[in-house]
């Protein structure tokens, strides 16, 4: 089945004898005791079952663990890791992720933060206790692409467990596993869910492993999961998730070229412009650039606020990946972040039409720098 198939097809289980077109909600929490029948819905559930499936299809793995959170599904994976661990994580990632690391991981695992754009740092980092390389890319908010299959090669070499944050790439546009990764997580909170209201997130294995049961044992025992409903949403949201990401990156693409062509703009941060530092190597693992970009403007953090107030269609929120366009000032959430310029504007590009977006940016930009 084709991609786009599987995304309406592969997570539709219906058991029901009425034989619904759509899996119904299964809200019990304890099930009667039969054969094969699941026990307890902390342990497993059919909506939930429903979107490990179909996520696990989509990313070309061997199994899939939904948490509540993107976090969650990290925080099983550092839980699985050994007491003093050495792992390798990239300088520029996800804010939430980074701290969950230095706050609830100080003193239990060695965390070192390296630029993972040129491999050759990450043959200097290794050393005998390094157990984990947790790969972003593209990476947040800078927009960074490693290459997986090199990166992958280094690990495997040195007996590492390789897992690749793909949240801003979607299993549309970047397939991690077939890349070298173990394993591949996604916030489902973003573009799985797509309408920013859901909160999850998700793990997919390539194998299933002794450390992936470790991983499973954190899920069920932990009990840190989605519930019912946002697994049933979930599920549904990804139904349209091939046919939203093309049209998150057509308009992406194009916002894109309009700011790296405005006398008012420094730096555009998108992987999908030629003139990205990472654009070649995108083009070789990609099959499209997203919709998550990047700028710098000429001026300061409050003229970067000032262009943000005046938007109409862009609304000013952290998160990203729903339809709706997003935009903030991003060291506003990561304060005193030494890579992250106070001016840096972050913009999740939604799907409405993209003239207006772009005419939107334009009005914007006059408001702030009028003569």
């Not at 909600?25 to 497993?44: A, G, I, K, N, P």
Request: charged share 20%; with cysteine.
């Amino acid at each position: 089945m084709k991609i786009e198939t599987i995304a309406i097809h592969g997570g539709n289980v219906i058991t029901d004898t009425l034989k619904p077109i759509i899996q119904p909600v299964t809200l019990s929490t304890t099930f009667e005791h039969q054969e094969d029948s699941m026990l307890y819905t902390r342990l497993e559930n059919p909506n939930r079952k429903s979107l490990e499936t179909v996520m696990s299809s989509l990313e070309g793995g061997a199994d899939a663990a939904a948490f509540a959170s993107g976090n969650a599904a990290g925080n099983a994976v550092f839980q699985a890791l050994p007491a003093g661990t050495h792992m390798i994580a990239p300088d520029d990632m996800y804010h939430g992720m980074k701290m969950l690391l230095q706050t609830v991981y100080n003193g239990k695992l060695e965390v070192q933060f390296i630029d993972l754009t040129d491999p050759e740092n990450l043959r200097n980092a290794i050393k005998p206790t390094t157990g984990l390389l947790w790969i972003e890319t593209p990476s947040n908010p800078l927009l960074k692409i490693s290459d997986i299959r090199v990166l992958a090669s280094i690990a495997k070499k040195n007996d590492l467990k390789v897992v690749c944050d793909s949240t801003f790439a979607t299993p549309i546009y970047q397939q991690a596993l077939e890349l070298g990764a173990d394993i591949v997580m996604h916030s489902s909170t973003k573009y799985i869910s797509g309408h920013s209201d859901i909160l999850g997130g998700i793990l997919v294995t390539r194998v299933k492993d002794d450390f992936w049961q470790s991983i499973k044992n954190v899920q069920g025992l932990a009990g840190a999961v989605p519930s019912p409903m946002d697994s049933y949403l979930l599920t549904r949201s990804i139904k349209t998730l091939p046919y939203r990401m093309k049209a998150h990156a057509f308009n992406a693409k194009r916002v894109a070229d309009f700011l790296e062509n405005h006398p008012y703009v420094e730096k555009v941060y998108y992987p999908g412009l030629a003139s990205h530092r990472g654009f070649e190597t995108a083009k070789s693992q990609m099959k499209g650039f997203g919709a998550m970009l990047s700028f710098l403007i000429k001026g300061n953090a409050n003229e970067s606020d000032h262009l943000i107030g005046n938007l109409k269609f862009f609304s000013n929120a952290t998160s990203l990946g729903g339809v709706e366009s997003l935009i903030e000032r991003r060291s506003k959430v990561q304060v005193g972040d030494p890579g992250i310029p106070d001016q840096l504007i972050r913009m999740s590009v939604g799907i409405e039409n993209c003239e207006d977006l772009i005419e939107d940016v334009d009005q914007a930009f006059n408001a702030t720098f009028k003569p």
